[in-house]
């Protein structure tokens, strides 16, 4: 098992920024390949960034390229999500995902359909 705990989420004015992280415990945080997603009330969980397990290899949803960026300690067993220039549309609880991939995968999968691992969320409230 993988416990994934996420903090940092709060209340920012529009334009502001804040920076999620995702602590991961119990089996070995190697081997995979991480994600962010995030559900606004009323809506479906969508995705937000994904990182692979080797080199780092990142990708994003349109929505929010150019404004987030995603990164990994491994030696921390920690993934970050940077926001800048947020929205009051990017308010939602943000979760962070794990995925295991094998020792040599460059692989990021922005489906949640195939995450192993779930955290429970951190709420993040942009207001105008």
């Known amino acids: 098992q993988v416990q994934l705990v996420e903090s940092g989420g709060g209340l920012v004015q529009a334009g502001g920024s804040l920076r999620l992280s995702c602590a991961a415990s119990?089996?070995?945080?190697?081997?995979?390949?991480m994600g962010w997603f995030r559900q606004a009330p009323g809506k479906e969980r969508e995705f937000v960034a994904a990182?692979?397990?080797?080199?780092?290899?990142?990708y994003y949803a349109d929505y929010v390229k150019g404004r987030f960026t995603v990164s990994r300690d491994n030696a921390k067993n920690t993934v970050y999500l940077q926001m800048n220039s947020l929205k009051p549309e990017d308010t939602a609880v943000y979760y962070c995902?794990?995925?295991?991939?094998?020792?040599?995968?460059?692989?990021?999968?922005?489906?949640?359909?195939?995450?192993?691992?779930w955290g429970q969320g951190t709420q993040v409230t942009v207001s105008t």
């Open positions: 119990g089996r070995t945080f190697s081997n995979r390949a």
């Open positions: 990182i692979s397990w080797r080199l780092g290899r990142t």
């Open positions: 995902s794990a995925k295991q991939t094998s020792l040599t995968s460059t692989t990021y999968y922005p489906s949640d359909r195939v995450y192993d691992y």
